[in-house]
Structures are given as structure tokens and as C-alpha cells.
């Protein structure tokens, strides 16, 4: 393995530092909940290792809300990130292929490479509405592929694949004996019910999501990836064994307790992440600068500047963090051209998001 840091990571706001951003659009969650705003019992918390699966309960209820027979096809991760590693690692060797879409959340494509495998990278383009055509993952597959990733809703860009285009993927991944990882960090965070996890269509699917995205809970760091495959979460349950046995005690009770009152903070989530999207279409209509494809879930938008506008984008980033105090996610994030930049609306308020905008647009 072959580490290096993400630019995601080294320029996140944790990083740059919070007292730093007045106006924080490179956020792609929701509002951060607060310990004081869930209903927790804890004081009799046995700090002992845990179940090196997870919590049986809670491997249940994910199993039940995914569409799985079993909670055994459920494993609880270390936030979504933990998942990603485990299946990668598990995978994937020096002498493998994997396809992945590209742009994407950085660790999809920066773990196969630290392991240092062939990668065939499926670039999705504005042109196309950010559209995965399935041909071109056909076109890319070789002997020696042993794993496709893909991601919906889509990051950074909140596209959301048809079942027609997930069910093409996973006839490829059928017929040419592969696996098929669906990033589902965002499934929660459509703008429609939750549907079952790619997982449960197949066996070779291993499915990721976490409570950080869509529930403003990164801090727990609790995740899960989902397979019905049995050898191969026997596989993963060992990787999770040698990397950190079994997640935090503490994390995982609140996590647990959580998810069983959840359904009480996501039509306020949901709201707040609509109202802020809104006030995202008013902006587009009147910033003749900039144009997006609109998302159809999650809670990013992926921006850019039209072309034919000439902007010393450094200069530009330079002027929106520092003078006006203002963060988005910039396009080299994403392996893109900088005029390019993510917009998280699932964040802040409708005020300090308008006011965000606002400052795009003077720094432009």
C-alpha cells in the first residue's frame, strides 16, 4: 500500500479550521446533530469489546430496511470510509482491474491506487446530464477486472441512476463473474422514500451507506456494507478483525439508539435540504456566470463556470475563502478542472446559504 493524502482531506474545513469559514458550502452532509438534540441512555454503557459484526439489533433493522433475508448480511464499518477500505482491500491486489466512475468521492478511486491496482476510470460529463452510460463499463471490462464502483446519488454531482442502468451493471458484473460496489452513502438522502439497497438484487453487490451523510451524524463514525454474498462478508468480517475488531462500544450504542428515532429528524432534514436546493435553482436563474445540472438526490450539486468566462480560478478561490470567508468544494477535489466546484445545500441555513451564494458570485 502506497498512502498518500487526498486534496479533500488536506483543504477539508476540519483542516483549513471552522472558525476560519463564515459561509460553509463544501459541506456534503447535513446539519451536524448535537448530542443534547437525541433522547440517549447510556450511563450503564459496559465499555467492553462488542460484537465484532455490530450490534445484532441494528444489523437487523439495517438488514430489514435494505431488503436482506439475514442480519448477517449486514456488517457495521467504521463510518462509510471504513467500508470503502474493507471491500477495496479485500478485493482488490496489484495484479487486479477495477472500473470506477469518475468524478467521485476521492477514497473510491485513492484506495485502489494505494494498492496499486490497473484502474479504468468511466468519466461522466456535464454534456451527458452526469449520466453513466453501462456500454462504456462493458467496453472497459478485461480478463483480469475483478471489481466495478460505482456510486448513487451520485457524489459530487447528486445524479441518481435509473434501475435500468443499475440492473445493466449488475448483468455485466453477473455474466463476467465480478463484484459490483454501489456507494449508497447518499440512499437515505433522496428526495423520495428510501428504496431497497442495490445489494438486495444481487449477490454480487456489496453495498456501502453510513449515518453521516444524510442523518449529520460523521462524528459517530458508524457505517455498513451489505452483500449476500457469505464467503465474501467472511472476507470482510476478517479485514475489519485485523484492522480494528470491532467498532467503538460508545459509538455504536448511540448510533443504535439513533436509528431508532430517526424518523423524527428527517422531515426537518429533508425540508431544510429542499428550501436551501431552491434557493440554489433562484441563484442559477439570475448568475448568468455559472449553470449546473440540477441533482436528483443527495444534497450536492457539482457547479461550473460556463465556458467562455475567463477566471484566474486561483485567484478566485484565493478571494472567496479568504476575503469573503466562503468555502465550496473545489473541482480538483474530483480530478476536475477547477472551474468546476461542489455545493453542499444540506448544511447551513437558508440565510448563511443564500449569503454563500452571494459571495460566489462577488468573488467571480
Not at 46 to 64: C, T
Not at 268 to 283: F, P, T, V
Request: aromatic fraction near 10%.
Amino acid at each position: 500500500m502506497h498512502y498518500r493524502r487526498m486534496p479533500i482531506e488536506i483543504e477539508s474545513p476540519e483542516e483549513f479550521g471552522y472558525d476560519k469559514v463564515l459561509y460553509n458550502l463544501s459541506e456534503s452532509s447535513v446539519s451536524d446533530l448535537n448530542m443534547r438534540e437525541l433522547s440517549l441512555s447510556i450511563g450503564d454503557l459496559d465499555l467492553s469489546y462488542i460484537p465484532h459484526r455490530g450490534h445484532p439489533d441494528f444489523r437487523a433493522a439495517l438488514a430489514a430496511e435494505a431488503g436482506l433475508q439475514h442480519p448477517d448480511q449486514v456488517l457495521i464499518t467504521n463510518g462509510a470510509a471504513g467500508a470503502l477500505f474493507i471491500v477495496n482491500s479485500a478485493l482488490l491486489t496489484a495484479d487486479d482491474h477495477l472500473i470506477v466512475v469518475r468524478p467521485n468521492y476521492a477514497t473510491n478511486i485513492e484506495v485502489p491506487r494505494a494498492i496499486g491496482c490497473g484502474i479504468s476510470c468511466i468519466d461522466l460529463t456535464f454534456e451527458d446530464k452526469w449520466r453513466l452510460d453501462p456500454q462504456k463499463i462493458a467496453d472497459a471490462i478485461r480478463p483480469n477486472t475483478k471489481l466495478i464502483s460505482i456510486t448513487t446519488p451520485h457524489n459530487p454531482t447528486g445524479m441518481v441512476m435509473t434501475n435500468s442502468e443499475i440492473d445493466a451493471v449488475i448483468a455485466l458484473a453477473e455474466r463476467h463473474d465480478l463484484f459490483l460496489l454501489v456507494d449508497e452513502t447518499y440512499r437515505d438522502a433522496g428526495f423520495n422514500t428510501p428504496y431497497p439497497a442495490v445489494a438486495s438484487r444481487s449477490e454480487r453487490v456489496i453495498s456501502v451507506g453510513s449515518l453521516s451523510k444524510a442523518f449529520g451524524l460523521p462524528g459517530l463514525r458508524t457505517g455498513w456494507l451489505l452483500t449476500q454474498h457469505a464467503a465474501l462478508m467472511e472476507t470482510f468480517l476478517a479485514a475489519k478483525e485485523m484492522i480494528y475488531i470491532s467498532n467503538s462500544a460508545l459509538d455504536e450504542a448511540v448510533a443504535w439508539q439513533f436509528y431508532q428515532q430517526k424518523e423524527q429528524f428527517l422531515p426537518a432534514i429533508q425540508e431544510k435540504a429542499l428550501r436551501n436546493l431552491d434557493i440554489l435553482k433562484r441563484w442559477l436563474q439570475t448568475e448568468n456566470r455559472m449553470e449546473a445540472v440540477l441533482p436528483e438526490g443527495g444534497v450536492v450539486c457539482f457547479l461550473r463556470i460556463k465556458p467562455g468566462f475567463q477566471v484566474d480560478m486561483d485567484q478566485f478561490y484565493h478571494v472567496l475563502t479568504h476575503e469573503y470567508q466562503t468555502m465550496v468544494g473545489p473541482g480538483h477535489w474530483f480530478e476536475m478542472p477547477d472551474t468546476y466546484m461542489r455545493i453542499g445545500f444540506g448544511f447551513t441555513s437558508a440565510e448563511l446559504f443564500e449569503n454563500g451564494l452571494a459571495c460566489i458570485g462577488q468573488a467571480l
